[in-house]
């Protein structure tokens, strides 16, 4: 059983491609099948401690892992039933079926057990449920003690985290071979629980992978603080939020953190601060800018911002800068030398970008090709995109999250990260995700924003 962070995540298509490989190196259906079967009826067999079992299984391939799941769990001793939408439709799921040598409940009526194993849909499925299908998973989910989805929850898209109707929220989602888009894509994600992948001995590759944790090395024994990193935040109508980022930025492992701002907030007294100034951005010791939280929508704020995409060092464009990017100041940022990394959440994705179509995957990535910037499309699920280039999706984090300034915190800490290796904006955008992601997950709940950037010292330490 493998952890999501760091692994390939792959589409339905992508799977079966890579299925159909591992075909043509001597692999079938049938032995994938089995593979798969048993891998997740050895984790049931673990969680069950004994208690019955009831198996739901569908027409197609997934119902298929069913019946072998079925049967090995029979062959340890457990009480097993099944129970399935009709007859097998696959060759694969028919001789699997036929390894089953107990009786099969039809759904409508079907009891349930302690221990709920969905097999009716995997990555074949799409379209909703029938009524009794679904009204019966519904009631056998709530009614178990443990609900295990094989491959994905019953009911949901594989690859853009859409549900296709009513799907209940599983306790665990045992992935068959890789991640799927859905296992980490809102809201399908949410339904999925503790999600755990399977070898079943197939070679997933993708450019499109789970978050992991970062690889930032502590300062060595010739560090500086402008060696290790400076960081300018540019503020403007609402000083705290420039002042959140800057602390966040200082604790995410700046060297050297300038506050380009007025009046205001309270903020460390290891920030160093100056009212705004164009020349102030051309201090060549700056390896990164951060520019938006706070900053306004005024004209002063859109002189700032244009001369921040005028300074010769990565950016990082965060609130209210997004927001004032127009085409104009787009062909800017593609234009640009140095790095760019944007930070939009959904509203400021849609109104920068367009609503568009596809997943968010898609969409993070069209907008990081015509941007020529490294996207971090926020929101439950994060979506990072290089032009051109690879994807990280970050999992649902801390709901507690959904406070004020926890955007300004993660573009200061974007930042630090950035200012440190200006050559690597997608892994400093990578990294200062984790980072975010790890402080609010080091204090728990009902934090505010100030809590969160000050959790950035534990969350950068641990590394
Ligand atoms: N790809 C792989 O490498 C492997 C896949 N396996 C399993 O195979 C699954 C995929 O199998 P399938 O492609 O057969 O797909 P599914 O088992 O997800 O179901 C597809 C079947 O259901 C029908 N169907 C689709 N939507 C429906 C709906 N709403 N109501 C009723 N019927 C519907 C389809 O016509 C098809 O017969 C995976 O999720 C996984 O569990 C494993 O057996 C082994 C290896
Ligand atoms: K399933």
Redesign the pocket.
């Known amino acids: 059983m493998t952890p999501l962070a760091g692994q390939p995540i792959l589409t339905a298509g992508e799977?079966?491609a890579?299925?159909a490989a591992a075909i043509d190196r001597g692999a079938t259906v049938d032995s994938?099948?089995a593979r798969?079967g048993h891998a997740v009826a050895a984790v049931v067999l673990r969680l069950a401690s004994g208690s019955p079992v009831l198996v739901l299984c569908?027409?197609?391939?997934?119902?298929?892992?069913g019946y072998v799941v079925a049967a090995a769990l029979a062959a340890a001793g457990l009480a097993v039933r099944v129970a399935a939408t009709g007859a097998p439709?696959?060759d694969a799921a028919k001789n699997a079926r036929a390894g089953w040598t107990g009786p099969v409940e039809t759904l409508a009526d079907v009891a349930p057990a302690p221990i709920l194993v969905d097999a009716l849909?995997?990555?074949?499925?799409?379209?909703?449920?029938?009524s009794t299908a679904s009204a019966a998973l519904g009631r056998c989910v709530a009614a178990a003690r443990l609900s295990i989805a094989?491959?994905?929850p019953s009911g949901v898209a594989t690859d853009d985290g859409v549900l296709f109707g009513m799907v209940p929220a599983f306790d665990l989602t045992l992935t068959?071979?890789a991640a799927k888009p859905s296992h980490l894509l809102q809201p399908a994600a949410s339904r999925c629980g503790q999600v755990r992948i399977l070898d079943?001995g197939?070679a997933a590759e993708s450019s499109v992978e789970t978050l992991a944790r970062p690889g930032l090395p502590p300062p060595g024994p010739q560090a500086h603080k402008y060696s290790r990193g400076m960081v300018a935040i540019v503020g403007g109508a609402m000083p705290g939020a420039a002042a959140l980022a800057a602390e966040a930025a200082l604790r995410s492992g700046a060297g050297y953190v300038l506050l380009l701002a007025e009046g205001g907030a309270q903020a460390p007294h290891a920030i160093v601060r100056r009212p705004f100034s164009p020349e102030a951005l051309n201090d060549k010791r700056i390896g990164a800018l951060v520019i938006g939280p706070g900053l306004g929508r005024d004209a002063e704020a859109e002189a700032r911002l244009d001369h921040a995409l005028g300074a010769p060092c990565p950016l990082v464009i965060d609130g209210d800068a997004l927001h004032l990017l127009d085409d104009r100041r787009l062909a800017l940022v593609r234009d640009r030398d140095a790095a760019v990394i944007m930070t939009p959440h959904s509203g400021e994705f849609d109104a920068l970008f367009g609503a568009g179509t596809g997943s968010k995957i898609d969409r993070a990535r069209a907008a990081a090709d015509r941007a020529g910037a490294t996207i971090v499309f926020k929101g439950a699920d994060t979506v990072i995109a290089a032009p051109q280039g690879p994807v990280r999706l970050a999992g649902a984090g801390n709901p507690w999250l959904s406070t004020a300034g926890t955007g300004d915190v993660l573009a200061g800490a974007i930042g630090a990260v950035l200012a440190g290796q200006p050559e690597a904006p997608f892994e400093a955008a990578c990294a200062g995700v984790w980072l975010h992601a790890e402080a609010a997950r080091r204090i728990g709940a009902a934090f505010i924003a100030d809590d969160l950037a000050r959790a950035l010292t534990a969350a950068r330490a641990s590394l």
């Open positions: 799977m079966r890579t299925e994938l099948m798969a569908g027409p197609g391939n997934n119902g298929g892992d439709m696959s849909f995997g990555t074949g499925l799409s379209r909703a449920l029938d094989v491959d994905l068959l071979g079943i197939i």
